[in-house]
């Protein structure tokens, strides 16, 4: 991807923390028939591998997993906002500014790995399971459905694993402006009642971090 150097991020805990809060990614695989996408929510495991490992499970019905060894990119997509040249004092000065769109992101790449293995994906759609009903008033358990209704679905899904090779971070939160005009970008991201807009708001006003 482009990455100027002032949007890069290389804090490895901040990349972390963004897949954990933005888990659904979009898997692009190298195949014999060109390149192929899906959203897949994808675990990530910081401590296995030099920069971790991404895992999730597909259909078996879906001719991903069948790509085992071909080169994968995840995308994992953060927050995202319109950002309007009304917000930067500059604009009052000179007038010499445009709209730009500010959003974080991280890219994991590696080669993708089929796991065909009952139990490996037993274990991983037990532990996201476990994760994503953390914040249910009354969490679900893959124990709560009877063991031979999970050994069925266990057998219609396919684990994947990839053992990243790169992992980067884009920040584009208005480092490239003046601090008048960021702190601007800020204020106006901030007003807006949307969810994407102030978590960028609060990301503008610190983007070092």
Do not use: C
């Amino acid at each position: 991807m482009y990455l100027p150097r002032h949007f890069e991020q290389k804090d490895a805990t901040v990349l972390a923390a963004a897949m954990h809060a933005h888990p659904l990614a979009t898997l692009i695989v190298a195949t014999a028939d060109g390149p192929t996408a899906d959203l897949i929510p994808l675990e990530f495991h910081p401590g296995i591998g030099p920069h971790g490992t991404l895992r999730g499970h597909v259909a078996r019905a879906n001719p991903l997993w069948r790509a085992s060894g071909g080169a994968a990119l995840a995308v994992f997509q953060g927050p995202q906002a319109y950002v309007s040249p009304n917000w930067y004092p500059s604009k009052r000065e000179h007038g010499k500014v445009v709209p730009t769109w500010n959003y974080t992101m991280v890219q994991a790449r590696g080669s993708l790995r089929a796991v065909d293995d009952a139990p490996w994906v037993h274990a991983l759609v037990t532990e996201l399971t476990e994760r994503h009903e953390l914040l249910q008033p009354a969490a679900w358990a893959v124990s709560d459905a009877p063991d031979d209704y999970v050994q069925q679905m266990l057998r219609t899904i396919v684990g994947i694993e990839i053992t990243l090779s790169l992992l980067v971070g884009k920040w584009k939160v208005s480092q490239n402006r003046s601090e008048a005009d960021r702190l601007g970008a800020a204020a106006g991201l901030a007003a807006s009642a949307n969810d994407d807009a102030q978590a960028l708001a609060e990301l503008a006003r610190r983007p070092s971090a």
